[in-house]
């Protein structure tokens, strides 16, 4: 396949992601050492338990609102940016409340740890509204590789200080408070990367599109987010919080690549694929070229993981090996599907996204029920097969277009 200047362009902005993702997933990996040396099994459940509830939370900020922004007109854009930014300061309150109200109701069930570890990471919504106008503009003038190094520092300070705590404090709240303490960083960074400040002269624009846009997208994050974690929460109920644990770090070893390169590569797939007048045929070519990228890695991680993972975790942590080979996997179908979930949207189609998605996160549901008291290794395996099944049936029409016409018919 001939590569364009312009799919020149979409993979200098995806290495730019990518690099910024391997350093991050480097210093992540050293939290993950740590960790399993460091805390128990059920520490680790527990903070897994926190963290799925939070990261379920934190998915209704991405409610559509900084894509207006990048693919508004020129014409449009003060007027959208202003009314974009009185939506992000109310959105983030609206969370605040909600999560700091969800760890009271947890107290109150009698679950302390997990009640206080959501609470103290609803303080990051805090940092988020005063720089999330300047990133959509920064990504609409093609900043990606800058906004990719400050969401890269960030990270790897949030890890570095996670392993400060690990070893001088080691407890469950590691592996969330690195987060609110390094918000900061991301803030002040994507600041004056693009400044902006709000015009009084400009009447923002209407709310009603932000709504009817927005709501179709806020429903997809919000279900893309239960397909990640709301096996989590079944294992924990069904396994207990040692049993979450070790679910935990099998996935997060397994998953973490393809998660991270999916979420970079969304970012770019949307702002690139904004700007195309051959919607379908770039999009075909980006997933591909998307896939060509990645596919080294994975299979690498994949093949690796019987020796990096007990020379890393320790050999108790032996039993998880063939579980994060399984779960490497899930990146391919996971790649294919975000460009073609890009193209949705970009055709006005988010609720077929949030079809899809919400069939993927029913399947997977059922998947962890029913494999769940066979073990990790039946999990993962029911993991992967789930999850291509229904992603690459979803993304056969962009990719092999012969169906797509039998498809919208149906």
């Not at 949307?270 to 997933?287: C, I, K, M, T, Y």
Request: glycine fraction near 6%.
């Amino acid at each position: 396949m001939q590569v364009s200047a312009v799919h020149k362009a979409y993979l200098k902005g995806l290495m730019s992601y990518g690099a910024s993702e391997m350093v991050a997933k480097i210093s992540r990996l050293f939290v993950v050492v740590v960790i399993a040396r460091m805390l128990a099994p059920e520490q680790v459940g527990l903070a897994a338990a926190a963290f799925a509830i939070c990261e379920t939370i934190k998915a209704l900020t991405e409610n559509g609102v900084g894509q207006r922004i990048i693919a508004a007109s020129d014409n449009e854009l003060e007027a959208t940016a202003a009314r974009a930014h009185w939506i992000f300061w109310r959105w983030a309150m609206a969370l605040i409340a909600f999560q700091i109200g969800l760890a009271a109701v947890l107290f109150a069930c009698g679950f302390p740890v997990i009640a206080g570890l959501v609470a103290v990471a609803a303080l990051e919504y805090l940092f988020m509204p005063g720089g999330q106008v300047q990133v959509a503009l920064a990504m609409r003038e093609g900043r990606h590789p800058q906004v990719a190094t400050i969401a890269g520092v960030q990270i790897v300070s949030a890890n570095v200080l996670t392993i400060l705590l690990a070893i001088v404090l080691p407890s469950p709240i590691v592996l969330i408070l690195p987060r609110v303490l390094t918000a900061p960083i991301w803030l002040i960074a994507v600041r004056r990367l693009r400044p902006w400040r709000k015009c009084a002269a400009v009447t923002p624009e209407p709310i009603a599109p932000f709504v009817r846009y927005g709501l179709p997208v806020l429903g997809v994050e919000a279900v893309k987010a239960m397909r990640m974690h709301s096996d989590k929460l079944i294992v924990g109920a069904l396994l207990g919080a040692e049993g979450l644990g070790l679910y935990f770090m099998a996935f997060n070893a397994g998953l973490n690549i393809a998660t991270s390169y999916a979420s970079a590569l969304a970012k770019i797939a949307f702002s690139h694929l904004s700007q195309s007048l051959r919607l379908d045929v770039d999009a075909r070519q980006s997933g591909i070229l998307s896939l060509i990228v990645i596919s080294p890695f994975i299979i690498a991680q994949a093949l690796l993981a019987p020796t990096y993972v007990p020379l890393l975790l320790g050999d108790s942590w032996a039993d998880v090996v063939p579980a994060v080979s399984i779960l490497c996997l899930c990146a391919l179908p996971l790649t294919l599907w975000t460009v073609a979930a890009a193209r949705l949207r970009l055709r006005g189609q988010p609720e077929i996204e949030l079809g899809v998605d919400a069939l993927l996160v029913l399947m997977l549901t059922l998947s962890a029920v029913v494999t769940a008291p066979m073990g990790l290794t039946a999990m993962a395996t029911g993991y992967l097969v789930t999850t291509s099944a229904v992603l690459l049936l979803a993304s056969a029409p962009l990719f092999l277009p012969s169906l797509s016409k039998p498809i919208q018919e149906i």
